[in-house]
């Protein structure tokens, strides 16, 4: 406690090391924005588990509106 500062990292190294992502980062960084991406960036046809939800929910939606039209005209 006599005014000289604790021995190891200073304080805005610290703070800014963890910034600096390695390149085998998940999320871009402020580097990443204006490299250049090679190879393709979306996939061209949807997966199949993807093209399985929307049939799924194309049907769901299609068989509850016969239900629903098929009881409105049992009512009436």
Request: charged share 20%; net charge positive; hydrophobic share 45%.
């Amino acid at each position: 406690m006599n005014g000289e500062p604790p021995p190891g990292l200073n304080l805005p190294e610290a703070l800014t090391r963890l910034l600096k992502a390695p390149r085998s980062a998940i999320w871009p960084t402020p580097e990443d924005r204006h490299r250049l991406r090679l190879g393709r960036q979306r996939p061209r046809e949807p997966s199949r588990a993807v093209m399985g939800v929307w049939i799924w929910a194309i049907l769901y939606n299609v068989i509850g509106f016969a239900i629903l039209a098929t009881l409105w005209r049992t009512m009436h």
